[in-house]
């Protein structure tokens, strides 16, 4: 089955801790995206890359950094500069700029 | 300032009473709206894309329509399991493959 898979699906931390989120797809989707999603807001974008080797800031990149050394994968660290990193992580991919399918998600709790 | 708006905040409908969802945009341009469907603690699934005024897309109970100002999505004798957000995002010229999202419709269908 073709799709995105974000791994774990809950992931608690200590405050002060790095922590990775995971994100791969085999859709063969060039391009790639993280997501924040708060109650009562909509989807916040972190980062998104196009292509392999490339990325760029999405609109609340702070505290935040991603890598795309594969196609098929594009984690997430949140890092401790991240001052409010509680929250529920979406990974989406998408063939250019048609639309965006997404991973289940990721629920980050940050004590 | 580019923005989408969807209305209304939450929606209350009984087994079979019809009703629609609105989503209005202002963008310099738009390159094409989506809807999609999420579910408590799951990633959104994707509905519908709408590329241009006047177009029309339909999938069971659902049907969304876009005019140059606004998006509704339509649903037709609802039932329980269409309960969810509802999630609407457009894709503006220039910004690459980025979307942005509006803060949903929670859709709650009582027997």
């Known amino acids: ?25 085999n859709l063969n989707h060039d391009a790639m995206y993280w997501y924040r999603q708060d109650p009562g807001q909509g ?9 392999v ?17 594969k196609k098929e994968s594009f984690p997430l660290t949140v ?22 399918y997404f991973g289940p998600g990721t629920r980050l709790t940050v004590t | 300032e580019d923005q989408v708006t969807q209305s209304p905040e939450a ?6 009473e019809s009703s629609s ?8 341009g738009l390159r094409g709206l989506f809807w999609y469907r999420q579910d408590p603690g799951k990633g959104p699934e994707f509905l ?42 457009v894709h503006m010229t220039g910004t690459a493959s980025k979307l942005t999202f509006g803060t949903g419709t929670r859709l709650q269908v009582t027997l």
Do not use: M, W
């Open chain 1, 53 to 69: 080797n490339d990325f760029q800031k999405g609109d609340i990149a702070e505290g935040y950094s991603v890598s795309r050394e």
């Open chain 2, 48 to 89: 519908f894309t709408l590329y241009s005024a006047g177009e029309e897309k339909e999938k069971e109970r659902l049907k969304a329509t876009l005019t140059k100002k606004e998006s509704f999505l339509h649903i037709t004798a609802p039932k329980p399991e269409d309960s969810a957000t509802y999630l609407c995002a």
């Open chain 2, 21 to 28: 969802l609105n989503c209005s945009y202002t963008v310099s």
């Open chain 2, 11 to 16: 929606l209350r409908l009984q087994e079979g």
């Open chain 1, 43 to 51: 989807l916040r974008l972190i980062y998104y890359s196009q292509i």
């Open chain 1, 79 to 100: 890092t401790s500069a991240q001052k409010n990193p509680t929250a529920f992580y979406l990974c989406a991919s998408s063939s250019g700029a048609r639309e965006q």
């Open chain 1, 1 to 25: 089955d073709g799709g995105i898979t974000q791994s774990p699906k809950y992931l608690f931390r200590k405050e002060g801790q790095n922590v990775t989120l995971s994100c791969e797809q």
